[in-house]
């Protein structure tokens, strides 16, 4: 069954595999377009970078009209980012518009990484951590950061 939101997806996908943007891949489950599996690689130059996190989107038939939700799989201590992976981003929440595909979402969770919101805590030891002793923070995103290493090799 093709809906206005499959029909979607399947463009997100072919653009996506056209152009994708750097350190970002994503593609739906092979039995549901519907439920995604993707990688966000840390941005270079920054604590996060030689991590590779892994996530999930799980989109429903009124996509693009409403976002889907994404959930980081990797453990992560990030300001912004709850503990069961839930990611507080203004475009996933108020801020979401039709205009957003799966690309601009992973490139826009990328940015958050190394360009956190302090001022609206997921994890408020994190947020804490970021604005009052940065290189503990620093020091516990590279412990995220190898942790995710270990994850590859698990997999």
Same mark, same amino acid.
């Given at each position: 069954?093709?809906?206005?939101?499959?029909?979607?997806?399947?463009?997100?996908?072919?653009?996506?595999?056209?152009?994708?943007?750097?350190?970002?891949?994503?593609?739906?489950?092979?039995?549901?377009?519907?439920?995604?599996?993707?990688?966000?690689?840390?941005?270079?130059?920054? $604590?996060?970078?030689?991590?590779?996190? *892994?996530?999930?989107? &799980?989109?429903?038939? %009124? /996509?693009?009209?409403?976002?889907?939700? !994404?959930?980081?799989?990797?453990?992560?201590?990030?300001?912004?980012?709850?503990?069961?992976?839930?990611?507080?981003?203004?475009?996933?929440?108020?801020?979401?518009?039709?205009?957003?595909?799966?690309?601009?979402?992973?490139?826009?969770?990328?940015?958050?990484?190394?360009?956190?919101?302090?001022?609206? $805590?997921?994890?408020?030891?994190?947020? *804490?951590?970021?604005? &009052?002793?940065?290189? %503990? /923070?620093?020091?516990?995103?590279?412990? !995220?950061?190898?942790?995710?290493?270990?994850?590859?090799?698990?997999?």
């Amino acid at each position: 069954m093709s809906t206005p939101a499959r029909k979607r997806l399947m463009r997100d996908f072919k653009r996506l595999q056209q152009d994708p943007p750097q350190g970002i891949n994503g593609s739906p489950n092979s039995d549901n377009i519907m439920l995604w599996n993707a990688v966000i690689f840390g941005p270079e130059d920054t $604590p996060w970078d030689g991590g590779t996190f *892994r996530l999930t989107l &799980e989109f429903s038939e %009124d /996509y693009p009209n409403k976002a889907p939700v !994404v959930k980081f799989k990797s453990q992560m201590f990030h300001p912004n980012i709850y503990g069961d992976g839930g990611i507080c981003l203004d475009i996933l929440q108020n801020q979401w518009s039709p205009i957003y595909d799966v690309s601009a979402i992973l490139t826009s969770i990328q940015s958050l990484l190394s360009d956190p919101n302090p001022n609206s $805590p997921a994890n408020s030891e994190a947020a *804490r951590m970021y604005n &009052e002793n940065r290189r %503990d /923070y620093n020091r516990r995103v590279r412990e !995220v950061v190898e942790a995710s290493l270990g994850e590859q090799e698990d997999s």
